[in-house]
């Protein structure tokens, strides 16, 4: 049994980096993280998986290592540098100060700061400056949505100058967490097959049982509603990428009108975006901008039928852009199709790489 | 074995009202098409069903009888006052001269003659004075997708005066006609239940097998293609849109932006609009401007989850309307959601009204 049988320990672990916390590490973008920090340069020191209490001791593999959860409490950030929170909103308002009080820098993938005026909003191939002012010890990370399209548009943004962004989304049922993914996958169990369904008022209604975290029917629908009711009528997920694309591109007057949909796809976000520049915009100019563009990958030639869909960059690390159109009537407008894996591209890829940044300042 | 027992025979028949031919009554639309005639007031003496050579002699049921399919020839039009053609545009281009030859108004729902200045492009509810003058004797119906938000679109610009609009799209499989329902359904049955599906890369692609008339994996999946290519990456669906809104709205320079998208809903087409208009909006009137006008229902009470879905609208007549917000950064722009059943609203409910309208001309 030579020295390459059983687990292998401990192969990345960077000598004298910083020690990471991982709070939520056996959610939906939980695992994707931990796969990220298992195939990643490794920049860390210890690496702790936190969960709540029902997860204690489970083991998760993490760079090749079983490592055992442990219970969300303050002492399990003594001696953490970097505290990654993929948890809900309202966890992460209890315990993102916990975190900070015990010395850690938290970022944070939840809704609770991303507004937050001492809080930074970081997407690093956008602006990785902001990080240097973290008043609070905290750094947020943006929606899956917004990630979908920021750093696309951030790019086009330093050439032709943003006006105004009307978008419409194509949103997966993971955007919803387990239940969500779990809903679908029951539901597309109950209608897979039945040729009578969908060519009748509620006929699809009446078969796809449970609703989950959904307000209609999910498999063979789609629906026009994600999040919270706000003033006017639109949903916060609608709110969250007008707020959440000012913030990270420092646009505060920024038009933007957001329409968010639930699509039956399991995983990747997709959005169909009319950006408005200041000045005059060129296809194949803004094409090359983006196929240049650090983080993303430009799918882009109808006449052979590419373009991205969840199908094909779900699992995938960059941010897919397709579909580049001038509009025809308005010279400094384009049209374009934007694909990204959310619980990846959306989520778990940001704040690892957020932290890498912090972790790199961090190290002596 | 009362009066009531057996087929009932002729019950609707307008005495001495004008001769219809149904061209296609064996497709998708002609099915629906059928249906309408059933249960609509009717006002047609003689109704023939033609169709393709394949299914001459087969009887199918039109207003409580049964009808059998006769073959398209020349002589099936000797003595038809109005045709419908429900068929692709090639049939449409080849024989609706021949019909119009032979003394028929031709009312026809392919795309051959909607962009031709001599044909008018009609909708009932926003234009049916374009009805008066028809030079080649054919009036065109506009697209399924077109068809979705005209409707709604056309009455809040009598109010509001219409200047640009930038549509989503969110279309039905059935929009690609029997065999895009066949492709759908025989996708959903491979990936329904399968909750290893959608996690990783490529793995719908390698199980939904073949891709019918769509260029990827519809089920669990969406499609940012419909149509041919056209100059500048835009698709002939998208171009449709622009061209066929404006035309039929009377507006030749209207700024259209449209970005058309496939979705796995069997049947009903949704749309994302942004609208904007020349004067200020205001929500709580726009909504009361689409609650008042015929053939749109207002389904817009998201406090009570209410918004139109696929699933719901599916089989019915209306243009269906919800989501309307005004944009937080324009005064003078509308946000909202539009559903409408591709196959009845879109497509067979249109060209049976507008011929209602030629009959009522016809009749003496």
């Known amino acids: 049994m030579g020295s390459t049988a059983g687990p292998v320990t401990g192969r990345n ?12 590490a056996t959610g939906a973008v939980g695992a994707v993280l931990l796969d990220l920090l298992s195939t ?31 219970a969300l409490a303050p002492e399990v950030f003594d ?7 993929h948890v809900p909103g309202a966890v992460s308002k209890e315990w993102a100060p916990v975190a900070t009080a015990r010395g850690a820098v938290v970022v944070d993938n939840s809704g609770a700061f991303r507004t937050a005026p001492d809080v930074p909003l970081v997407v690093p191939e956008v602006n990785p400056e902001r990080l240097r002012e973290r008043p609070r010890g905290i750094v947020a990370s943006p929606g899956c949505t917004t990630l979908a399209m920021i750093v696309a548009i951030g790019a086009l943004h330093r050439r032709y100058g943003l006006r105004e962004l009307v978008v419409s989304s194509y949103q997966a049922a993971s955007g919803a967490g387990q ?7 029951a539901q597309m169990e109950k209608v897979g097959g039945d040729r009578a369904l969908g ?24 629906v026009p509603w994600s999040g919270s009711l706000e003033d006017g ?15 990270v591109l420092g646009l505060p007057g920024l038009r933007v009108s957001a329409t968010c949909v639930r699509v039956p796809v399991v995983t990747a976000h997709s959005l169909s975006v009319h950006a408005v520049f200041g000045e005059r915009v060129d296809q194949r100019e803004a094409q090359a901008i983006l196929a240049g563009s650090p983080g993303v990958v430009l799918c882009d030639n109808p006449e052979l039928l590419e373009f991205p869909t969840p199908a094909d960059v779900v699992g995938t690390d960059p941010a897919w852009a397709g579909r580049v159109r ?33 972790a790199a300042g961090l190290t002596p």
């Open 179 to 185: 239940d969500g993914i779990e809903t679908l996958y």
């Open 233 to 247: 009528g639109w949903s916060s997920d609608e709110l969250q990428v007008r707020d959440e694309t000012r913030k």
């Open 79 to 85: 001696g953490v540098d970097i505290a990654m929170f």
């Open 326 to 358: 001038r509009s025809l009537d308005d010279p400094k407008a384009l049209d374009l199709f934007l694909c990204g894996d959310n619980l990846r591209q959306g989520a778990a890829l940001n704040t690892a790489q957020v932290a890498e940044l912090l």
């Open 40 to 70: 990643r340069r490794d920049v860390y020191g210890e690496i702790r998986l936190v969960a709540s209490p029902r997860s204690v001791g489970r083991p998760l593999s993490v760079r090749g290592e079983q490592v055992p959860v442990a």
């Open 199 to 222: 060519l009748r008022a509620g006929d699809v209604r009446g078969v796809v049982g449970e609703l989950g975290p959904f307000p209609a029917p999910l498999a063979m629908n789609v």
């Open 13 to 24: 672990r960077a000598a004298g980096g910083p020690t990471l916390a991982v709070v939520g």
